[in-house]
């Protein structure tokens, strides 16, 4: 193994055994060896544990974690745990990370995390009246709202604002939605924000004489966002046959065909999420909620478009940012009960949600940028298919060594498929 480094270039980590992998990552100093152990999936969460967590279970569903290399972001270096089942995204992230880190890695910042808690008035007797008592009242119901969560309070979160919109045109007719927004600090806030408009709605229909019928967060959480930019230095771009200016190009081409058509954005938006759910689900934060929000965001404008956007500098560099919502915690939640999820934020160090989610953001663009070089350049299969093709082998019956010669064995026919692999199994075997 090579000298280790403080940060997160590690020169042939791909090649190391599982265990040299750890051990590299014991070496850094942040892991315990218990840690070390939950990450290796020797131990972590157990059946006794997820009993507690949901309801009728029956036992625990592994999945592949590994370890996104070569990123920096906002000038420090981080290792990223990511969990997928799909090969590529980890290596797709770690090389565009390198690319990045040669322009200055990823600039990432967030906005405050502030919730919105929504309610739904129905049968006021005059929608603008109900709005204006509302709106009037708008100090003392922040003030009430500000005592739900003493623990909140004394972190410097609570309620900061509260909107009223009106619904015009709808099936059961007219009527008003009233936004609280709720600042939840190092929480996803769900709960936070959940038990703030129940204990709200009360006071709502006193006021107004209407009837406050749904009390739910939103995950259209678009107050708070996340922000990442990262320039790839054009000389970084060229590769095999390809001249930096064609991949440049096409790379724009690409990301100009999800601009403008949501067919071709949804699968854009995809390769984006691949990266951005690996890390929400390694970091034990609920990816539907990220997922719901990311498209609806997406979706802004009324028309589904794009999260990110690529360009080009004036020295001809290409540059990419991406911008969507991410509601992510560190503190409750299975943040704090899965010991992988716990393990996972210590490996990054993580100290605030905030500093979670511009890692989150930055994986999110890197993962964007691996998907439109490949289809932009030499297609998607070429790298899917060795690792595509190491699936098929095991899903054959290989096991140790002769998965990765199974495997070689499949792309060098360019036949990846399940019949054939166990066709050649069956040829060694006699
Ligand atoms: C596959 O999981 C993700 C991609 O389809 C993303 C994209 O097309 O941009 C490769």
């Not at 990301?255 to 759910?277: E, Q």
């Not at 499949?410 to 054939?420: N, P, S």
Request: aromatic content about 4%; glycine content about 10%.
């Amino acid at each position: 193994m090579d000298q280790p480094t403080k940060g997160s270039r590690i020169p042939g980590f791909y090649n190391f055994s599982l265990e040299e992998r750890l051990a590299e990552l014991g070496q850094r100093g942040q892991l315990s060896s218990e840690d070390l152990a939950v990450l290796s999936g020797a131990a972590g969460l157990d059946a006794a544990q997820a009993d507690h967590m949901i309801e009728n279970v029956v036992g625990l569903h592994a999945l592949p974690l590994g370890i996104a290399l070569n990123f920096q972001v906002n000038g420090q270096d981080v290792l990223v745990p990511m969990v997928i089942e799909e090969p590529s995204v980890v290596a797709g992230a770690s090389f565009m990370a390198r690319l990045a880190r040669s322009g200055g890695g990823f600039q990432a910042h967030t906005t405050a995390p502030e919730m919105i808690g929504q309610m739904q008035l129905l049968d006021v007797p005059d929608l603008q009246s109900a709005r204006l008592t509302i709106l009037e009242q708008k100090k003392s119901l922040l003030e009430e709202a500000g005592e739900i969560d003493p623990v909140l309070k004394k972190l410097g979160g609570g309620p900061r604002d509260l909107e009223v919109r009106m619904i015009e045109d709808s099936p059961v007719g007219p009527f008003l939605v009233i936004h609280l927004i709720y600042d939840v600090r190092d929480a996803m806030g769900a709960n936070a924000v959940n038990t703030a408009v129940e204990r709200l709605a009360p006071r709502i229909t006193a006021l107004t004489g209407g009837r406050v019928h749904l009390r739910i967060l939103s995950n259209l959480a678009d107050r708070r966002l996340a922000r990442a930019r990262c320039t790839i230095p054009l000389s970084e771009l060229a590769f095999g046959d390809f001249k930096a200016e064609t991949v440049r190009d096409g790379i724009l081409e690409a990301w100009a065909f999800a601009a403008a058509d949501p067919y071709r954005a949804a699968t854009h938006n995809k390769g984006i999420m691949n990266g951005v759910d690996s890390v929400v689900i390694a970091t034990g934060n609920d990816w539907r909620a990220i997922e719901a929000g990311a498209h609806a965001y997406a979706a802004r404008s009324g028309r589904y478009t794009s999260l990110s956007a690529w360009g080009k500098d004036a020295q001809g560099n290409l540059v990419g940012t991406l911008e969507m919502p991410l509601a992510v915690g560190i503190v409750g939640g299975a943040t704090r009960v899965h010991p992988t999820a716990r393990a996972a934020l210590k490996l990054m160090g993580i100290t605030s949600a905030s500093q979670l989610a511009e890692i989150i953001v930055s994986v999110g663009l890197a993962q964007n940028l691996a998907a439109l070089r490949a289809l932009a350049t030499e297609g998607i299969q070429r790298g899917h298919m060795s690792l595509h093709a190491r699936q098929v082998a095991i899903a054959a019956g290989a096991r140790g060594e002769m998965v990765e010669r199974l495997a070689q064995q499949l792309v060098a026919e360019k036949t990846v498929r399940i019949d054939r692999a166990e066709a050649i199994l069956q040829e060694w075997k006699t």
